[in-house]
T-cell receptor
Framework: EADIYQTPRYLVIGTGKKITLECSQT?????MYWYQQDPGMELHLIHY???????EKGDLSSESTVSRIRTEHFPLTLESARPSHTSQYLC???????????FGPGTRLTVT | AQSVSQHNHHVILSEAASLELGCNYS??????LFWYVQYPGQHLQLLLK??????LVKGIKGFEAEFIKSKFSFNLRKPSVQWSDTAEYFC????????FGAGTTVTVRA
């Protein structure tokens, strides 16, 4: 079934650890996005990709990095997690027209 | 769990017409409310938000929304649309988790 997946759903980790948040979609979408959302607040775009080997930073500055080696996979990495990174991270994808955006279930990250 | 209902799936109107998009949510507690817009080929952008205070909220590009607590509603309005307002509009509600409505596609004919 075509869908967008994120793992892990919840992660509690100590300061200084390296983490990778996984995002995969089986819809064949060219465009993928990472958003950050603090509880009760709006989404902020932190990274996006319009295709393989294409990545761009979003509206909100983030210390995370992303890669797009395969169309279906768009992982986000934090080299050294800090408490300020505690947030929810939402991955999304859309087709080449960009009409409609499908969201993953999100990863809720807590850095202690 | 919070549910967000947007009344219209697709709205088609002419330039200079007025636009109103309905949004209702299910949760009766304290929530923050948002309208997002996605223009063709672009990512989601925040149009406006309501946290507290004046229930009539002004956003970008001439949009406004009114929060009516008794009706659990947060309807989006624009008095006079332009062709460039053609986009998909999403209502979102956040208590601890952000929940989106299904979206309304707005097509403005020149």
């Amino acid at each position: 079934e075509a869908d967008i997946y994120q793992t892990p759903r919840y992660l509690v980790i100590g300061t200084g650890k390296k983490i990778t948040l996984e995002c995969s979609q089986t819809m064949g979408h060219d465009k993928m996005y990472w958003y950050q959302q603090d509880p009760g607040m709006e989404l902020h775009l932190i990274h996006y990709s319009y295709g393989v080997n294409s990545t761009e930073k979003g509206d909100l500055s983030s210390e995370s990095t992303v890669s797009r080696i395969r169309t279906e996979h768009f992982p986000l990495t934090l080299e050294s997690a800090r408490p300020s990174h505690t947030s929810q991270y939402l991955c999304a994808s859309s087709d080449s027209t960009g009409v409609g955006q499908y969201f993953g279930p999100g990863t809720r990250l807590t850095v202690t | 769990a919070q549910s967000v209902s947007q009344h219209n799936h697709h709205v088609i109107l002419s330039e200079a017409a007025s636009l109103e998009l309905g949004c209702n949510y299910s949760y009766g507690g304290t929530v923050n409310l948002f309208w997002y817009v996605q223009y063709p080929g672009q990512h989601l952008q925040l149009l406006l938000k309501y946290f507290s205070g004046d229930p009539l909220v002004k956003g970008i590009k001439g949009f406004e929304a009114e929060f009516i607590k008794s009706k659990f509603s947060f309807n989006l309005r624009k008095p006079s649309v332009q062709w460039s307002d053609t986009a998909e509009y999403f209502c979102a509600v956040s208590d601890y988790k952000l929940s989106f409505g299904a979206g309304t596609t707005v097509t403005v004919r020149a």
